[in-house]
C-alpha cells in the first residue's frame, strides 16, 4: 500500500494564475484533510473531505480557494488568482475511519510547496 | 470550543537533559489524542497515541482528563530528536468527527 500521495511537489507560479495541488490518498482511506504550512510555522489545518462531500472547510479562504474529493480520483485543492502570500508548504492528509465511524492515525504526504513569483 | 493549545512555540534543551512538551486540550467528550513529529525536511509522522500507551523513541505521553493535558516527555533528549512537534485530538462534534492539531512546538537539543 503506497503512501499519501501528492503532486506536484514543487509548483511554481505567477501571480493572477491557477494553482492545482493534487493529493491521493491511501488505499482504502475515506477521510482527507489540507493543511498550509508558513516557513517557520506551525500547520494551519484548510478543509476536512470525505468523498464527494466536504465535512469542514472552516480554515479555507473564503475567496480564491475551493476543494473537492470526487468519488474516482485523488482530492483537489485549487487557489484561482494566486499571491505572493499563497506561497507555503501545502499538505494532504488521509485517515482511515475508525469503528466508530470517525477519523484514525493520519498519514501525511510529503507536500506540495508553491511559489508564486 | 474545541481547541488544543502547545503554549510554547520553541522549547531548547541540551542533550540529556528532560524533555516536557505540553499539550492542553478543551473538548467536551472522551477525544483521541495523538502526538505527531516532523523532522527537517521530511512528512509528519505518527509519534504515539493515548490510546496505544506505547513508549516511542523514548516518548511517553499520559492522558491526564482531570487537567485536559497530553504532555510529551522524554527523561534524556538526544540531537536527533530535534524536530517540530504537534499534539492533535479527534472526537465528535456536532455529530461530525473533527480532527484538531495544535500549533507545534520545535524542539532544539544542543549538543
Known amino acids: 500500500n503506497a503512501g499519501v500521495m501528492q503532486n506536484p511537489r514543487h509548483l511554481v507560479r505567477r501571480r493572477g494564475q491557477e494553482a492545482r495541488l493534487r493529493c491521493s490518498p491511501m488505499?482504502?482511506?475515506?477521510?482527507v484533510y489540507w493543511y498550509r504550512q508558513l516557513p517557520e510555522e506551525g500547520l494551519k489545518f484548510m478543509v476536512y473531505?470525505?468523498?464527494?462531500?466536504?465535512?469542514?472547510e472552516s480554515g479555507m479562504p473564503k475567496e480564491r480557494f475551493s476543494a473537492e474529493f470526487p468519488k474516482e480520483g485523488p482530492s483537489i485543492l485549487r487557489i484561482q488568482q494566486v499571491v505572493r502570500g499563497d506561497s507555503a508548504a501545502y499538505f494532504c492528509?488521509?485517515?482511515?475511519?475508525?469503528?466508530?465511524?470517525?477519523?484514525?492515525?493520519?498519514?501525511f504526504g510529503p507536500g506540495t510547496r508553491l511559489t508564486v513569483l | 470550543a474545541q481547541r488544543v493549545t502547545q503554549p510554547e512555540k520553541l522549547l531548547s534543551v541540551f542533550k540529556g537533559a528532560p524533555v516536557e512538551l505540553k499539550c492542553n486540550y478543551s473538548?467536551?467528550?472522551?477525544?483521541?489524542l495523538f502526538w505527531y513529529v516532523q523532522y527537517s525536511r521530511q512528512r509528519l509522522q505518527l509519534l504515539l497515541r493515548?490510546?496505544s500507551r506505547e513508549s516511542i523513541k523514548g516518548f511517553t505521553a499520559d492522558l491526564n482528563k482531570g487537567e485536559t493535558s497530553f504532555h510529551l516527555k522524554k527523561p534524556f533528549a538526544q540531537e536527533e530528536d530535534s524536530a517540530m512537534y504537534y499534539c492533535?485530538?479527534?472526537?465528535?462534534?456536532?455529530?461530525?468527527?473533527?480532527?484538531?492539531f495544535g500549533t507545534g512546538t520545535r524542539l532544539k537539543v544542543l549538543a
Open positions: 493515548h490510546i
Open positions: 492528509a488521509s485517515s482511515p475511519t475508525t469503528d466508530r465511524g470517525g477519523a484514525d492515525t493520519q498519514y
Open positions: 488505499k482504502g482511506h475515506s477521510h
Open positions: 473531505l470525505q468523498k464527494e462531500n466536504i465535512i469542514d
Open positions: 473538548y467536551s467528550g472522551s477525544p483521541e
Open positions: 492533535a485530538l479527534s472526537g465528535l462534534t456536532s455529530g461530525t468527527y473533527k480532527y484538531i
